[in-house]
């Protein structure tokens, strides 16, 4: 499914996860494309991160006093993470040339106890590319729900953002000491996308905008109800991560975790454009 408007254009798979295959502008890749023929998640251009965003260790919490133990969604993982949300087919609402709006409804199940339906919209214009993601309760009981954007941006100079904080990670990438934001270096002057180190770490009270610097131009991420921001640099990668949530990782065993009542919904947004 293709999308275009302008110097702008973009391939949806809403049967993928409601996954993005490439987002371009003016023929050059914003998002790293993904390979043809490939059936591994991770290697999608960009996902929703719903019920929850990144993981949740060992798959276990509590809620309103029960007991949670959700199964491993990936191989190589050894916490869930995610959600269940990339790994499911979205249905086609409606589209025409430029937006697409994708349908997700889960009953409830070992993957997730609670039912919900999500609702995600891909709209792309002569100024780039705004995405939304809304999320109902239709269940009879509170949810925990955190949610985000996955984008895997090709690759770039620098990037630069300013947040208040950062997560630093133990050894299975969970949150283990919450640090100042200058931590792993000083984003706020833009930081090298090129480093020998991995960079695997959620920024909180991030201001929502985050500007990729490129030598075709700088991009422009933009967050609207995204309080963090995980960015994922892989030493060797022609890509990064700067992923726009609602909050950290194993949130909700961190008390960072929002409840949806009943009947309730939330959305968030996130915007690429320059």
């Not at 993904?34 to 998640?41: G, H, L, S």
């Not at 100042?180 to 920024?203: E, F, M």
């Not at 309080?227 to 949530?245: N, Q, T």
Request: net charge negative; with cysteine; charged share 20%.
């Amino acid at each position: 499914m293709k999308l275009a408007a302008g110097d702008w254009a973009l391939e949806a798979a809403p049967e993928r996860g409601g996954a993005i295959l490439s987002l371009t502008r003016a023929g050059r890749d914003v998002l790293r494309p993904t390979p043809a023929a490939v059936t591994e998640p991770f290697d999608l251009a960009c996902f929703p991160l719903v019920p929850y965003a990144n993981r949740i260790a060992a798959g276990s919490f509590l809620w309103e006093s029960q007991a949670v133990k959700l199964p491993r969604n990936h191989p190589e993982q050894a916490h869930p993470l995610h959600g269940t949300g990339w790994l499911m087919p979205w249905s086609v609402v409606c589209t025409d040339e430029t937006s697409v709006t994708m349908r997700l409804e889960h009953a409830g199940d070992e993957t997730w106890p609670w039912a919900f339906a999500a609702e995600q919209r891909l709209v792309v214009s002569a100024e780039g590319l705004l995405a939304t993601l809304e999320v109902q309760n239709t269940g009879e009981r509170a949810m925990p729900v955190s949610l985000g954007f996955h984008p895997y941006f090709a690759a770039a100079d620098r990037l630069r953002f300013v947040a208040d904080r950062v997560w630093l990670a133990d050894g299975d990438m969970l949150p283990a000491e919450h640090a100042a934001a200058d931590a792993l270096g000083d984003w706020s002057v833009g930081g090298a996308l090129v480093r020998p180190d991995l960079v695997d770490h959620c920024y909180t009270g991030w201001r929502g905008v985050a500007t990729i610097e490129r030598d075709d131009g700088d991009v422009v991420l933009t967050g609207e109800g995204t309080s963090a921001l995980h960015v994922y640099v892989p030493p060797g990668e022609a890509f990064f991560c700067a992923e726009p949530v609602t909050a950290m990782p194993d949130a909700v065993n961190r008390g960072e975790a929002a409840s949806l009542a009943p009947g309730a919904r939330t959305t968030i947004a996130m915007r690429i454009s320059g």
